[in-house]
């Protein structure tokens, strides 16, 4: 499983930080897949900016996945890319960034997930879970009960629960069937201690 329990996404706005150094930092504290997340700089800027994210990450060996945008993380080589119900489609994306490429996808709803799996996805998103503050006008939340539905629905196929995860509930949410919790806030939200939070996470 390419998955590991935290899946740690980069916010450049809540830390003060570089994609960069974001990255560095949660190395240090253990992370092995990150994604980069920007949803305000030009793609010029947040292509540059995942170039030297990419750069970090391929020295420790780890695996850096590109929010939306597929033709930056086509530019930099990055593992993969995860996508929202409004980005490129799964199909095109994996046309353009080969079959080794890992493609995540972003469900709200149990009809979403049924569609998500057939197509050439790598793993699904679920979210959000509780509610987030790190996105703009976000989905209603879903709730641990979602996840329970789901996993019994797909079967095997990978989950990732993203929203309002924190460190009071992500072994809940683990133990009703994701594979892995994406966070931001609660990793992110002491950026001097993010190293520490993400050991701790880890646990």
């Known amino acids: 499983m390419f998955l590991s329990k935290v899946y740690p996404i980069t916010d450049p706005r809540l830390t003060k930080l570089s994609h960069a150094e974001q990255v560095k930092r949660l190395i240090e504290g253990g992370a ?3 994604q980069l997340r920007e949803k305000h700089a030009s793609p010029k800027d947040f292509y540059e900016a995942s170039e030297e994210a990419m750069k970090i990450a ?10 939306d945008r597929v033709d930056i993380a086509l530019a930099v080589g990055a593992a993969g890319v995860h996508l929202g ?5 799964p199909s095109f994306a994996r046309k353009i960034l080969g079959e080794n490429a890992i493609i995540g996808f972003s469900t709200h709803n149990l009809e979403q997930v049924f569609k998500a799996v057939k197509l050439p996805i790598d793993y699904l998103a679920i979210g959000p879970v509780f509610a987030t503050a790190t996105k703009e006008n976000p989905e209603a939340p ?10 019994q629905a797909i079967g095997n196929f990978p989950i990732v629960a993203i929203g309002g995860v924190t460190f009071e509930n992500f072994k809940a949410v683990l133990s009703a069937g994701a594979n892995s919790v994406a966070i931001i806030n609660d990793l992110l939200f002491e950026p001097d201690k993010i190293a520490a939070t993400m050991k701790k996470f880890s646990v």
């Open 32 to 34: 092995r897949v990150i």
């Open 58 to 67: 391929r020295a420790s060996n780890v695996r850096i996945i590109v929010n």
């Open 85 to 89: 119900q409004d980005d490129l489609p």
């Open 142 to 151: 879903v709730g641990v009960e979602m996840i329970k539905k789901a996993r």
